[in-house]
């Protein structure tokens, strides 16, 4: 039997642009996932976006709410850890130029940490790795900042970026899916040279398998290509959910705005001739069936692989969870009974303890019998 690592990993954060606060869209929907995994007896990871963290800490005098969030920010990290729940980083760097004005943030423009300059790439991972030790090192003695997922995926141009991750202590860097191209921030992973494994990367372009073994493994998004079937689901879903929040004053009506929005602008790639969208395996503001059918699709592809163990990654976002905790748990059930013979849900410290244990499970050219 196929074995095969669920990695659930939440980007714990607020929206990217800046809205929302700690308490509605971090400290609430983190409490209610932490429930749901200890019910299920599931692990996973919180990436926790530092990059946030040091905004609020720079701007908390200005306004008594930005200090109370501060702290709060800390207290559910803080408490994620004592609950024995994996703490990781993530990083969005369009903080790193906000600005607070009439009591909201406007975040910088830039999305990709991979377009900043060195310095400032340096700055912010080093700050930040230091201010996770220091939180959490008094509660998890022997606690390490191992794990980094990329703010809107961005991981290019990947050279110094990776060299400064590895220097940080990083063993595993997240944010890379076959397909994903988003030209107005510099991200094209279009051509991964390997799209469902993790591997070593090549420093200078994180697209490719490195020669030989090296300190950082990338575990690549599991991508899902959508088809008629799965829009008609999401359409149904959304609607539905689009009346409910007009009936019950649903709070998260914006989000469903925002995704119907969404994919009506994708529209066109569905019309005539039903091309599939490549998106990636995701637990959100979802369907069930749609969720469903997505890991289906993936555990079926990698089924075709002869290793020896397969972590299949997905990206979490609590924040958008708030009113989809139903179909969430749902979600997470069907894995635990319908593949219960063949899955484990893993977190990001414990893959990393395993692959330091058997290098093997990782990719490089070397490894695979290729001539370098």
């Known amino acids: ?10 980007d714990w954060e607020i929206q990217g642009d800046g809205s929302g606060n700690v308490a509605e869209l971090q400290y609430i929907p983190a409490l209610r996932l932490m429930e749901i995994a200890k019910e299920l007896g599931i692990r996973l ?15 908390k005098y200005e306004d008594p ?7 709060l920010w800390d ?7 004592k609950r024995g729940f994996d703490v990781q980083l993530h990083l969005h760097p369009q903080w790193i130029d906000a600005r607070y004005e009439n009591r909201r943030f406007v975040l910088g423009p830039g999305r990709n940490l991979g377009r900043y300059n060195p310095n400032q790439q340096q700055e912010l991972v080093s700050a930040s790795v230091d201010y996770l030790g ?13 794990a980094f997922k990329a703010g809107c995926w961005g991981l290019q141009p990947s050279e110094p970026l990776l060299s400064i991750l590895a220097e940080a202590g990083i063993k595993i860097v997240l944010g890379v899916r076959d397909g994903m191209h988003i030209p107005a921030q510099g991200i094209d992973y279009r051509n991964l040279q390997e799209p469902y494994l993790p591997y070593h990367p090549r420093f200078d372009d994180v697209t490719k398998v490195a020669g030989e073994p090296n300190q950082l493994v990338v575990i690549p998004l599991q991508p899902h290509d959508v088809g008629p079937g799965d829009v008609l689901r999401l359409a149904w879903h959304l609607a539905v959910d689009a009346a409910r929040s007009k009936i019950f004053g649903d709070r998260q009506s914006h989000d469903t705005a925002r995704l119907s929005t969404e994919l009506a602008t994708r529209k066109a790639r569905f019309s005539l001739s039903l091309r599939p969208y490549r998106t990636h395996l995701k637990l959100g503001k979802l369907p069930f069936s749609f969720m469903k059918h997505a890991f289906d699709q ?10 020896e163990l397969i972590p299949i990654l997905v990206e979490c976002h609590s924040k958008d969870l708030q009113s989809n905790f139903d179909n969430a748990r749902r979600f997470l059930e069907y894995l635990c009974e319908r593949y219960r ?3 484990e849900f893993w977190d990001l410290s414990t893959f990393c303890d395993l692959i330091r244990d058997k290098p093997s499970l990782v990719k490089s050219l070397a ?4 001539c370098i």
Request: one cysteine or more; proline letters at 1%; aromatic letters at 8%.
């Open 1 to 10: 039997m196929k074995s095969f690592i669920i990695l659930v990993a939440d």
């Open 45 to 59: 990871t919180f990436m926790v976006d530092v990059a946030q963290r040091l905004c609020l800490e720079r701007f």
């Open 65 to 71: 709410d930005l200090m109370v969030q501060a702290r």
């Open 75 to 81: 207290d559910t990290v803080c408490l994620m850890a």
């Open 134 to 146: 220091n939180l959490l090192g008094p509660i998890h003695r022997g606690y390490q900042v191992v």
């Open 298 to 307: 993936a555990i079926g592809r990698l089924h075709g692989y002869d290793v």
């Open 341 to 343: 013979d063949a899955v």
């Open 367 to 370: 490894a695979s019998g290729v």
